[in-house]
């Protein structure tokens, strides 16, 4: 019996605290395009003298490492609200502020949220001869949209977790979440926050949180915490030269190095999310000279810190 991509889904449950399982349901993601899974059983490789051989001798087991991605277009933002940190829920709005702790990831307002991750693959005899992978204690390493001209807008998730199971049991049932996703033309990126960037072509925003698994002496191999570190927000834009902004982008924001906040707008057809920048700075700003074509204008910035809120048919981000 083979296994055919139509049948796969991934989809994830709030937890408790301490890397447990609710008693909840499995939840809708978004329209997810592809999920990899990468976990590192770190074997070391034991080789020592007097074995009189060239090839290696033995084996040892590293600390287990749970990871992966997924990308999905997205039709809600639980997933920003996990990046940022802090979620405050009223019905249909939803607003994210940042945790600035540094306590290890536990389900509390304060802190950053943990979830489980069930990534399925489906035969045609179901139960029994399923392939299904329980990841749980996942936390949002990074966060990452990306907004393309004649594109969806999508969204690329990396996560860091504590443990993960595999079984061949019964697929949970789904049923998808119907709203319209969102596409290239439905976001604005204004620098400063009160002026449009018109012509840009490509804009992407990604939040870093650069986890640490934390894997101590304590008998086990896999880890007993997640830490999150130092945290990053970065924004890259391609745009075709315009003489009306050209020299301020230049000028004013990245030789002068003068500080401005941002503002990204995302406007559907059932919802919103405006993105909040502040304290930002002009990192990179390459022009080249090509002698065919558009002349483009590309630049990164990062920001000091970030807030958002969002607008949707969901009542809850929150799992309490």
Request: aromatic share 10%; net charge neutral.
């Given at each position: ?120 693959k489906q035969t045609s005899a179901g139960t029994g001869s399923n392939f299904v992978r329980t990841t749980v204690g996942a936390v949002v390493d990074s966060w990452k949209m990306t907004a393309r001209e004649k594109d969806v807008v999508s969204c690329d998730v990396k996560y860091i977790a504590q443990s993960s199971v595999l079984s061949s049991g019964a697929v949970t049932a789904l049923t998808p979440t119907t709203s319209k996703p969102y ?138």
């Amino acid at each position: 019996m083979k296994f055919y991509s139509d049948q796969n889904r991934t989809c994830f449950q709030y937890e408790s605290g301490g890397y447990a399982l609710t008693s909840g349901n499995r939840t809708w993601i978004g329209l997810v395009q592809t999920h990899t899974m990468a976990p590192n059983m770190n074997v070391i490789d034991i080789r020592y003298q007097g074995d009189t051989t060239r090839g290696i001798s033995d084996f040892s087991q590293g600390v287990q490492e749970w990871m992966g991605t997924f990308t999905y277009f997205p039709q809600d933002f639980r997933f920003l609200g996990f990046a940022i940190g802090s979620i405050y829920d009223l019905t249909g709005s939803h607003t994210f502020t940042e945790n600035n702790g540094n306590n290890r990831v536990q389900t509390s307002p304060t802190m950053l949220t943990s979830f489980t991750i069930e990534d399925s693959k489906q035969t045609s005899a179901g139960t029994g001869s399923n392939f299904v992978r329980t990841t749980v204690g996942a936390v949002v390493d990074s966060w990452k949209m990306t907004a393309r001209e004649k594109d969806v807008v999508s969204c690329d998730v990396k996560y860091i977790a504590q443990s993960s199971v595999l079984s061949s049991g019964a697929v949970t049932a789904l049923t998808p979440t119907t709203s319209k996703p969102y596409v290239f033309n439905n976001l604005n990126l204004f620098i400063p926050s009160g002026t449009l960037i018109d012509n840009a072509k490509e804009v992407t925003f990604t939040i870093s949180n650069n986890l640490q698994g934390g894997a101590y002496l304590n008998g086990s191999p896999t880890i007993t915490e997640i830490i999150p570190l130092n945290r990053d927000y970065e924004v890259t834009a391609t745009t075709d030269m315009d003489a009306n902004v050209a020299k301020i982008l230049y000028e004013n924001l990245y030789t002068a190095g003068s500080l401005f906040n941002s503002l990204i707008m995302l406007r559907g057809i059932t919802g919103s999310l405006a993105i909040v920048l502040s304290g930002c700075r002009m990192t990179t700003m390459p022009i080249p000279s090509p002698a065919v074509g558009r002349q483009e204008q590309s630049f990164t910035f990062k920001a000091g810190s970030a807030s958002a809120t969002a607008y949707d048919s969901i009542s809850k981000y929150n799992a309490w």
